[in-house]
């Protein structure tokens, strides 16, 4: 059985749900008391995750902490048509490993804006936009081209990956942290084609298109 | 001439893909653009008139735009509500429509005007080149920073003509230069807001097909260049 700790605010986790539930699988959810209680911090909890960090996720005697990882992990174990991670395509693999570290990139800017301790929080609009510009802008002008070449998700396969769910939730969620998605017109569009791939799920705070 | 009744570029037309709606502004008011499944492209007030949700929120459903809040639909064309879902049965009253701009698709851009009708101040929509329309529309390029800078550091830095001579301002909101390696570009501004400008740019001839992505690139790469210059320091 698949079983993943859980918060229901964070981006990071609401990543592997959607992973989850486009992969059809079945799992069993343990939720983190991020606030008040703090149980990510919990001595309990750091026994499994020292980093105190949702997601982690455990499919039987497996343990297994970071959601990028854990998105390499279900796809390659759990994707019988081997679309979400294409083990056998060393281009596309390169390109996803790519956009993963970029995800962990807009996290660290687009969601500190979101996020504090579980707490939603006002902040400096200026700030935000320094922070969140620089990759978005990344992300819009490759997602830009991608469209002129014919190209509808951040790699190369005619069909969206483990890449596009990495990066989805934190700029889905960008507005609620104040940063605007209207100067990214093609992550606009982007974002509304993922909503539409069969079998999304919405987290609270992303709407469904 | 009043900017209000002015014509400006708010998208790509293509980039107005169906079922889609394009968030944008113009001189602050904020925009819900979308194209209908008739082809028939609407700008509308970024908002509903129901409790002023913004309509970009929205789903665009081919012939009607739908709010995401209480599910108020708008027509394509006339902005008149259509179902209010909490009245079922009972028709919305002629009063309640989305409220509407002036808008046209002309040489490959979507145009609105805030005000006015007929033909109104200023240029017609479009990039003033007659008949031809521009043979290939590049990236538009969203800098932090007001029209006039933009419009300014365009004429000043983007002319680089093999004879030296500089880029033309045709007017406030419009850069014309001639390029040693791309030929004409036409540059429109957008201003979105007041620090907020859109830089909407086309070749006047288009390269050939299979250098189509290459001078895509190539031409990003220079307006991104100007931008980031602007940006850093107010005015490059
Ligand atoms: S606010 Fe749009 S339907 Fe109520």
Same mark, same amino acid.
């Given at each position: 059985?698949?079983?993943?700790?859980?918060?229901?605010?964070?981006?990071?986790?609401?990543?592997?749900?959607?992973?989850?539930?486009?992969?059809?699988?079945?799992?069993?959810?343990?939720?983190?008391?991020?606030?008040?209680?703090?149980?990510?911090?919990?001595?309990?909890?750091? /026994?499994?995750?020292?980093?105190?960090?949702?997601?982690? @996720?455990? *499919? !039987?005697? =497996?343990?297994?902490? $970071? #959601?990028?990882?854990?998105?390499?992990?279900?796809?390659?174990?759990?994707?019988?048509?081997?679309?979400?991670?294409?083990?056998?395509?060393?281009?596309?693999?390169?390109?996803?490993?790519?956009?993963?570290?970029?995800?962990? /990139?807009?996290?660290?800017?687009?969601?500190?804006?979101? @996020?504090? *301790? !579980?707490? =939603?929080?006002?902040? $400096? #609009?200026?700030?935000?936009?320094?922070?969140?510009?620089?990759?978005?802008?990344?992300?819009?002008?490759?997602?830009?081209?991608?469209?002129?070449?014919?190209?509808?998700?951040?790699?190369?396969?005619?069909?969206?990956?483990?890449?596009?769910?990495?990066?989805?939730?934190?700029?889905? @969620?960008?507005?609620?942290?104040?940063?605007?998605?209207?100067?990214?017109?093609?992550?606009?569009?982007?974002?509304?084609?993922?909503?539409?791939?069969?079998?999304?799920?919405?987290?609270?705070?992303?709407?469904?298109? | 001439?009043?900017?209000?009744?002015?014509?400006?570029?708010?998208?790509?037309?293509?980039?107005?893909?169906?079922?889609?709606?394009?968030?944008?502004?113009?001189?602050?008011?904020?925009?819900?653009?979308?194209?209908?499944?008739?082809?028939?492209?609407?700008?509308?007030?970024?908002?509903?008139?129901?409790?002023?949700?913004?309509?970009?929120?929205?789903?665009?459903?081919?012939?009607?735009?739908?709010?995401?809040?209480?599910?108020?639909?708008?027509?394509?064309?006339?902005?008149?509500?259509?179902?209010?879902?909490?009245?079922?049965?009972?028709?919305?009253?002629?009063?309640?429509?989305?409220?509407?701009?002036?808008?046209?698709?002309?040489?490959?851009?979507?145009?609105?005007?805030?005000?006015?009708?007929?033909?109104?101040?200023?240029?017609?929509?479009?990039?003033?080149?007659?008949?031809?329309?521009?043979?290939?529309?590049?990236?538009?390029?969203?800098?932090?920073?007001?029209?006039?800078?933009?419009?300014?550091?365009?004429?000043?830095?983007?002319?680089?003509?093999?004879?030296?001579?500089?880029?033309?301002?045709?007017?406030?909101?419009?850069?014309?230069?001639?390029?040693?390696?791309?030929?004409?570009?036409?540059?429109?501004?957008?201003?979105?807001?007041?620090?907020?400008?859109?830089?909407?740019?086309?070749?006047?001839?288009?390269?050939?097909?299979?250098?189509?992505?290459?001078?895509?690139?190539?031409?990003?790469?220079?307006?991104?260049?100007?931008?980031?210059?602007?940006?850093?320091?107010?005015?490059?």
């Amino acid at each position: 059985m698949i079983r993943l700790y859980d918060y229901v605010l964070s981006g990071n986790c609401y990543k592997i749900r959607l992973l989850l539930s486009l992969l059809g699988l079945e799992w069993e959810t343990r939720w983190i008391d991020f606030h008040p209680k703090r149980e990510h911090k919990s001595e309990w909890f750091l /026994g499994l995750n020292p980093l105190g960090q949702v997601p982690v @996720l455990e *499919d !039987g005697d =497996f343990r297994l902490r $970071d #959601a990028q990882a854990i998105l390499v992990y279900l796809a390659a174990k759990h994707d019988e048509r081997g679309r979400w991670y294409p083990a056998g395509d060393p281009r596309t693999l390169g390109e996803i490993a790519q956009w993963l570290a970029f995800a962990d /990139g807009i996290t660290a800017t687009a969601s500190a804006a979101r @996020l504090h *301790d !579980g707490i =939603f929080f006002e902040l $400096d #609009a200026d700030r935000a936009r320094a922070g969140a510009n620089a990759p978005f802008r990344v992300l819009d002008e490759h997602l830009w081209f991608q469209e002129q070449e014919g190209r509808e998700w951040l790699c190369a396969p005619g069909h969206p990956t483990i890449a596009d769910l990495a990066c989805f939730p934190y700029v889905a @969620l960008s507005e609620e942290g104040g940063v605007s998605r209207l100067p990214y017109p093609a992550i606009r569009r982007w974002t509304d084609r993922v909503k539409r791939i069969p079998g999304f799920i919405p987290m609270s705070g992303v709407l469904v298109a | 001439m009043s900017r209000e009744r002015r014509w400006f570029p708010v998208c790509r037309g293509e980039e107005a893909v169906p079922r889609h709606i394009v968030h944008t502004a113009l001189l602050g008011q904020e925009l819900a653009v979308w194209r209908a499944d008739d082809g028939t492209v609407n700008a509308w007030e970024n908002r509903c008139p129901h409790r002023g949700v913004r309509l970009s929120v929205g789903t665009n459903l081919g012939d009607r735009l739908k709010c995401r809040y209480h599910g108020w639909t708008y027509a394509s064309g006339s902005g008149q509500c259509l179902e209010r879902p909490a009245h079922p049965g009972e028709a919305p009253p002629r009063i309640v429509k989305a409220r509407r701009f002036g808008c046209v698709e002309s040489d490959g851009y979507v145009w609105v005007r805030l005000a006015g009708e007929g033909a109104g101040d200023g240029p017609a929509p479009g990039f003033g080149r007659g008949t031809a329309p521009p043979g290939l529309t590049l990236r538009s390029i969203h800098v932090w920073a007001p029209a006039a800078a933009v419009a300014d550091a365009l004429a000043r830095h983007a002319g680089e003509a093999p004879d030296g001579s500089p880029a033309e301002a045709v007017d406030p909101y419009t850069v014309r230069s001639a390029h040693a390696e791309a030929g004409e570009i036409l540059y429109a501004m957008q201003p979105v807001a007041d620090d907020e400008t859109i830089i909407h740019a086309a070749l006047a001839e288009a390269p050939p097909a299979s250098e189509r992505i290459a001078v895509l690139r190539r031409e990003n790469g220079r307006v991104c260049a100007l931008r980031d210059a602007i940006e850093a320091s107010g005015s490059p």
